[in-house]
């Protein structure tokens, strides 16, 4: 069963391997090029948003069209790029640093990449099949049940697929951690990426289920006949509010962490010096964590809860500034005196400090309840959120882009198209956002299609146009290095920066699909440097060459998800033209073919999972002489 | 499809497990019996009214949260060794839900229609 990568394969057969694969490395791939692609999808919608709002009483997108767009972007970039693009990395790297050979169930992770990669399909198929949802991304309900047709059915079976994948993710990265870590690898001993994997997995354990049911109330609501949002039938529309933000304010956490914790090895890497404060960037994460869950309501100060709740969410919101001001610190700390080296990530990571605390201090400006009241659906909400999520976590990605690519793919990025990427996505962004906080304070309403001429908002407008064209020129220049570094593929050896710390830099590349011949002996935080600085420069080995457990592919992953795709589009049908059905949809023509496709994708979905129950499933042992003809391979190469 | 690589045990693991069981065995019994007994007792109190409503009420609710105890920690192995995560999170989810909870109450109206 067990293949060796260098084998030459047919492009079926590779394909083949990527549909059944259950390889964190390869499942990192997937992640990095459905991320990738949707990232790409969302920014063209963002172009396409600029492009509308850069001249006044533009009508280049038309209104309803231009509700879509921005619902779409929002929607698109946080749940089908964003965080499958840190999926991406978490696979690559956290097995290896903490010197597991697999997660703790590599059946599951296949089948979250590709729940999210069905889900997200099903959300984009929206465009083709009459009209993307328009309700915005939080898709507040009294707009998203009005909403016609059946864009808001996209939505809401769309992510209820791909977040039961990631849902799936965050348990198998949870788990992973805390039971799979190498001898020695302690909790205070954890690189910093897999400790704010871990935080983050854990939020999306706790935030995860109250969007499910959010979204479950949305989908009965729509497309069943229930009232829990219906306000004439007594149902109450604070309710989606408060559970999409019980979800969405640890979603900004399960981002910016990980993000964290590609900087913070960045950092370490690039000045040469130990991360300043471990032990409180640790404690710091933890506290953010936490605290990510005593604040949602801070989305909703106008909403009117009453001076109290307001007093006590504000209080809670300005208090997660602590640990991330600790944060901040300890970075500029551990480059403080180090022997700074300014490689494509570094740059990254140093245009990230500035860029992020500028987001945070306006964030402690928003938690003020009654400042907040002017701040309120203006631009500069837009201008905050932007400075935080694109430079903090789209910062991390492309940084993590660069830093963790000899990992994936072996070879390296070119770092100087990486360079001018950086430049022109960096000065983009500012041009993009800054101007926005303005606009937000002048007056200038978010979610508006267009503005009069003669408001003061023409000039600041175009700048930000001029701006997002910048940040395009970087994708393109970026992709453009991509292509070059695939086609020429120069491999690179073992530790290829040079300076790695952690045990994921101590492996050869390409990393065997098995990891690690022997699970390494850790002696200490940053395992790989104290064996440079200490040792001989190599891991010591915890346990003897011997034969070892590995899980076989499966085809099931795919074929699950597929059901419940299938099942989607039974749903949603579903409610047409019935009588009790809601306005939005009532009017359609019924489709009696709704019911039984639905079932037949349940079934599909309930068949498979029966199959994996019932069909034992074993995994088969690598063996020891496989292992030491790969380890001789290896030291033949090195010579 | 290969087979799971397993060492038989010896004589002396085998002997262990088995005293661990029936030690287990034996605490799971009696701390069924005692549940057993607890739910008597409340419903005696509730049935037969011996004494005021207002102290049945927290008798029962305190004999009830004795028994959660039990499920949690002999029944559901909270008390074994390697369980500290699952206690943190269930902890952690115990509070969050609590504080979910208060809020739908006071601020969403729910509580309206109980006052």
Redesign the interface.
Known sequence: MAQTSARKQGVGSVIWEYLTTVDHKKIAILYLIAGGFFFVLGGIEAMLIRIQLAVPNNDFLSAGLFNEMITMHGTTMIFLAAMPLLFAFMNATVPLQIGARDLAFPFLNSLGVWLFIFGGIFLNLSWFMGGAPDAGWTSYASLSIASPGHGIDFYALGLQISGAGTLITGINFATTI?TMRAPGMTYMRMPLMTWTTLVAS?LI??AFP?LTIGIFLLIFDRMFGSNFFIVEAGG?T??WE?LFW?FGHPEVYILILPAFGIFSEIFATFARKRLFGYSAMVFATVLIG?FG??VW?HHMFTVG??PT?NAIFAVATMAIAVPTGIKIFNWIATIWGGSIEFTTPMLYALAFIPSFTMGGVTGIMQAAAPADYQYHDSYFIVAHFHYVIVGGVVFALLAGLHYYWPIMFNTMLNETLGKITFWFFFIGFHMTFLIQHFLGLWGMPRRVFTYLDGQGYNAANMISTIGAFLMAIAVIVLVVNIIITLVKNERVGMDPWGDGRTLEWSIPLPVPYYNFAQIPLVRGLDAYWVEKKEGNGKMMPSESLG?F?MPNNSILPVVMSLGLFIAAFGAMYFPDGKEWAIDAVSGLDTKPWALPVLMIGLAITFVSMGIRSWK??????VTKEEVERDLEELERGGK | MAELNQEPMTKAQLEYLRRQRTREMRQQLVSFGLMIFLTFIAFGLAGMEIIPAQFTIPIVLGFAFIQVILQFYYFMHMKDNGHQFAKLFMLTGFYFALAFCVTFVYIVWIGAPVN
Do not use: E, R, T
């Open positions: 805390i854990v354990v706790f109250p109450n604070i309710i408060h019980i936490f869950f005593m309501a809860l009453g709740a034969d457990h034992d499933d074993l995994g088969y042992y």
